[in-house]
Structures are given as structure tokens and as C-alpha cells.
């Protein structure tokens, strides 16, 4: 690991104290969710739960839709280690079945119109590499033609989201080592990953040009959002031209120890995305979890611990999950017209 220290701040010495998340009239037409890790585990339930508000979906570094059936142990036995075996994957489609059937998931045909990309390291020594292919089987299965998924692994990275440290500015002292791996798990691999997701996402974009990245980062107050696992504040990258409406959307959800209370505002500054959404019109929305009893790691809710203690099936990987129910009005939120 070359380093583990939070990159220095990207607001001034004194950053503004968190603002009411923006109505910003937001194209709802190709929306995307990316995440790495429990983020990528987050980002498949988003996707697989309201598939009609998504044109695309990138996950880093995590395995099939619902693996962990709302059991901890479950999730740490088979969803990132396979200690108990690989997931059952037609439990898992039966689950699926069982939503559809109640409303909890979005329709058949939504779900086969999305475009996917999925990537893991071949090094990856927190969740075993063959839980992404896990993924791209479920995937195989949903999707209305093969082309619509991409499936990468680099054999010799390790667990995290690759970065070309050269789009973000970045110090490689700063980064992770690519094999390694370790906080701030964004690995200096000279691969630009979130240029490959959101070219096989939305299209041929406009390359990020050099010098300054022209947007703001800001800081909102996710109180609005009553959802168990929240932290007190989000983050939004809105480009210099995105003011004024219609950019379209990517939610890009952290994994677990890359929050920014744990890592400092690497993961919000310096993935790639803001360089590419800044060229193409493109909104990056950054919520992010909390550290807390019960889920010390800053992970997002892929195994139902946010949800009330005494259900015995969480429905944290549905339509009914208080964390993607928070997250969904976030995106609502950007979409809304703002008040004249």
C-alpha cells in the first residue's frame, strides 16, 4: 500500500455548513448508479428495484443481486468470502420471483433494457473474484441481448476502484497500491475505470480536457432523507454548465472504509467521474453511509441492518429498503424543477 491518509480537503479551511440538496431539473432520461464494493451491491439493488428510472448500471468489486438474503453471516461466508460456498443462485432467482410478485422490484422488460458493466480484480482479497462472475450469470440471464453487459477483470488488481491518477490530479502518493490494496481503496493502476463505465454506459463521450475540472463539489445536508445508515452529509458534483437544468445523472455510491469520514474526500474528488461528468453534462450525486454500532464500516445496507430488528426478511434489496428509498429521492430530488 503506498499510502493511507485522507487527500487534503477540496473545499477551503473553512467549508460552507451543508445545504439543502438542490432541485436542479435534471434530465430524468439516461440515468446511471455505479458503486464498488458494498456500493456495487447498493447500486444492483437500486437498479434491479426501479429499473425503469435507470438507463445504466457499473458495479466495481461485488457479487450477484441479494446474495446475502439478509443475513450477515450469509454476507460474509458467501458473499465476500465463499467459506460456505457459492450463493445459491436459484434461491437467489426465487427471491427475485417472490419481489416481482409483491411489487417490490421493478418489471422483467425494464430490467432487460439496461445497459451493465461489471469489473473485478483477479487479486481481489476481500470479495472473492468469482462472485463477479456470479453477477455477470445473473445478468446473462436478465439482459435482452449479450451486448448490453460488459465484463472485466484485471488480473492483477486488488479490491477497490482503479484510478488514472492523471484525471483527478492525483498525487500516486495519495492512492492505493493496485495488487495491494487498502484505503483509500481507489488503487493507482493507471486504468481509467470510470472512463470504461460511463463510455459503455451512455455512449461515446467527450474526453476530459487538461487543467482545472470546471464544477463545484458541494456539501448537502442528507437530514432530509430519513433513512437508518445516513451520514449527516452528502456530496454533489455539479458542472459549470449544469446550472441551469437539464444534465442528466450518476449516483456513484462508496464502498465500505471509503466514506468521507474515513478517507477524507478522495472518493468524491478523485475517482475520474467528475473529470468525465464535467465534459458531457453529467451530475455526480455522492451520498454516503455512516460509521456506526452495528456497522462500524461505513458500509451501505446490502444485508438488511437497516432495517427494523424484528422482521425476519429485511426487504432491505427491494423496493421497501429505508436505504433505497432515501437514495431514490435523492435522485428524485436532482429531477425536480426548482422553485420560481
Avoid at 110 to 136: F, I, M, N, T
Avoid at 318 to 323: I, L, V
Wanted: charged fraction near 20%; glycine fraction near 10%; hydrophobic fraction near 40%.
Amino acid at each position: 500500500m503506498v499510502a493511507t491518509l485522507p487527500m487534503e480537503s477540496l473545499f477551503a479551511d473553512t467549508p460552507p455548513p451543508p445545504q439543502q440538496l438542490p432541485a436542479l431539473a435534471a434530465s430524468v432520461e439516461d440515468v446511471s448508479v455505479i458503486g464498488v464494493s458494498s456500493g456495487g451491491y447498493m447500486a444492483t439493488q437500486l437498479a434491479v428495484a426501479w429499473p425503469e428510472r435507470f438507463a445504466g448500471l457499473g458495479v466495481l468489486a461485488a457479487g450477484p443481486w441479494s446474495c446475502a438474503q439478509g443475513s450477515l453471516g450469509v454476507a460474509l461466508g458467501q458473499c465476500m468470502t465463499t467459506q460456505r460456498g457459492m450463493p445459491d443462485m436459484q434461491a437467489l432467482e426465487q427471491r427475485l420471483a417472490s419481489y416481482r410478485e409483491r411489487g417490490l422490484v421493478g418489471e422483467a422488460e425494464a430490467l432487460a433494457s439496461l445497459r451493465v458493466y461489471v469489473w473485478h480484480g483477479g487479486a481481489d482479497a476481500v470479495v472473492e473474484p468469482r462472485l463477479g462472475e456470479a453477477l455477470v450469470e445473473q445478468f446473462q440471464g436478465w439482459l435482452s441481448d449479450p451486448s448490453q453487459l460488459q465484463w472485466r477483470r484485471d488480473a492483477d488488481a486488488g479490491h477497490g476502484w482503479p484510478v488514472d491518477a492523471t484525471l483527478g490530479k492525483t498525487d500516486n502518493r495519495e492512492l492505493a497500491d493496485c495488487h495491494d490494496a487498502g484505503p483509500p481503496y481507489l488503487l493507482a493502476c493507471d486504468n481509467d475505470i470510470a472512463g470504461d463505465v460511463l463510455n459503455w454506459l451512455h455512449g461515446d463521450l467527450t474526453p476530459p480536457a487538461d487543467g482545472e475540472t470546471p464544477g463545484k463539489l458541494r456539501r448537502f445536508d442528507q437530514g432530509d432523507y430519513d433513512a437508518r445508515g445516513l451520514a449527516d452529509t452528502g456530496y454533489l458534483f455539479v458542472p459549470k454548465r449544469c446550472e441551469e437544468g437539464g444534465c442528466t445523472v450518476s449516483m456513484a455510491l462508496h464502498g465500505c472504509n471509503m466514506t468521507t469520514e474515513q478517507i477524507g474526500e478522495a472518493f468524491v474528488g478523485h475517482t475520474g467521474l467528475n473529470a468525465w461528468a464535467a465534459e458531457n453534462r453529467r451530475i455526480v450525486l455522492y451520498p454516503q453511509a455512516e460509521t456506526r454500532l452495528g456497522n462500524p464500516q461505513g458500509c451501505w445496507d446490502w444485508w438488511g441492518y437497516a432495517e427494523s430488528s424484528w422482521q425476519l426478511d429485511p426487504m432491505h434489496d427491494s423496493r421497501q429498503g429505508t436505504q433505497t428509498r432515501a437514495l431514490m429521492a435523492m435522485l428524485q430530488r436532482l429531477q425536480e424543477k426548482p422553485a420560481r
